[in-house]
């Protein structure tokens, strides 16, 4: 019987070492402080480890969408800076003062409804500002900028610390748009400044617009993608220096072969050529694999075809080219083995996606495995 060396079936490798790095390259490539967006589990990263990385890496800031994720932070101990840049219910502002969390105002409703539950409890919330330059998505229009901040600032109970905005496509250099944000954005700046309104803290980059659009750097830089190491798009690669911080591995867990004409897996989307060795492999779509046909892996330092529908936990392989294939073999679904390598960028060209999307649907499930 072959044996399993390998605590899991199949787990994710994740260098901290390599997102620290990342987060260095981007701190001398833009001469400033960095906001590490950790938010859905830290790009399938690991929403809890991310930031305990990135805050020793001496980021001032963390980035999440959400609240539950800046009190998961809080409740592991981070002690920096997080902002919450999405959405958050007026009835969470008791939570959100005692874990000292920064909230995003775009809309002077629910800013109200903050400001009324703070000064309940006599405290202040620190806020920054979000204004929609021309994302079309959340924010205050710059043209309504001073106004509006003229507004939040009566607000007894709010405290403004930031403002900033989101680039739309910042990830293609050459669209003409992103300059027009930035100019829409330093106009209201300017507004902002001649009547004293002006927050403290300014902040406009994600990953591409830090490193292709320097003017976009102000104060502080949101970086996500770059500091997993991966690029922004195919339009706006990363620099050298950067390294991926992710590698999902799995094992062979049975071999056998079938005889010709046998149907693999759900509704036989594959059948057998002829007597075929089939092996299967730990990982599938509830993994974060896809539900398609033409798949691969990495087996050997060799790349093997999946064939058969992908199933939930499970997917099958063709190893008829793999005669030394045995049971326990290490598989790899991204990442390098050998010469060999599957990126997330691959993979989302042939699932018709972006490498965000890839890595932020690694399941939770997963095990996470950390090295430094
Ligand atoms: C996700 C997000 C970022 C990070 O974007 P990357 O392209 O991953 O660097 C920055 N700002 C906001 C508002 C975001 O939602």
Known sequence: MHMISESYP?????????????????????NGPVMAVVKANGYGHGLLQVGRAAEAAGVPWLGVARLEEALDLRRGGVKCHILVMGYTMPERIPEVLASKVTLTVYDQVIASDYAAQARFFNQRLPVHVKVDSGMGRLGFFPEDGVESIRRLNEEEGLSIDGIFTHLACSDEPDEPSTNWQLERFQGLLEGLDTVGLKPALVHAANS????????????????GIAIYGMDP???????????????????????????KGRGVGYNYKYVTQDEERIG????????????????FALVHGKRVNMVGGMCMDQCMVQLDQFPEAKVGDEVVF?????????????????????????????AGRLPRLYIR
């Not at 199949?10 to 833009?30: F, M, P, R, S, V």
């Not at 320097?214 to 502080?220: G, V």
């Not at 690669?237 to 999902?248: E, H, Q």
């Not at 591995?249 to 056998?256: E, F, G, L, R």
């Open 10 to 30: 199949t787990w994710l490798e994740i260098d901290l070492g390599a997102i620290q790095n990342n987060i260095h390259q981007i701190q001398k490539i833009t």
């Open 334 to 362: 991204i990442g390098r083995q050998g010469d060999e390598e599957i990126t997330p960028e691959a993979l989302a060209s042939d699932w018709g996606s972006n490498n965000y999307e890839v890595v932020s649907g690694l």
């Open 280 to 295: 299967v492999v730990a990982g599938g779509y509830a993994d974060g694999l896809r539900r398609r046909l033409g798949n």
């Open 233 to 259: 798009s195919m339009h706006a690669p990363l620099p050298d220096g950067f390294r991926k911080a992710l590698t999902w591995k799995s094992h062979i867990v049975s071999i056998k072969y079938l005889p």
């Open 208 to 223: 591409a617009g830090a490193i292709y659009f320097p003017k976009a750097r102000y104060d502080i830089v949101r970086c």
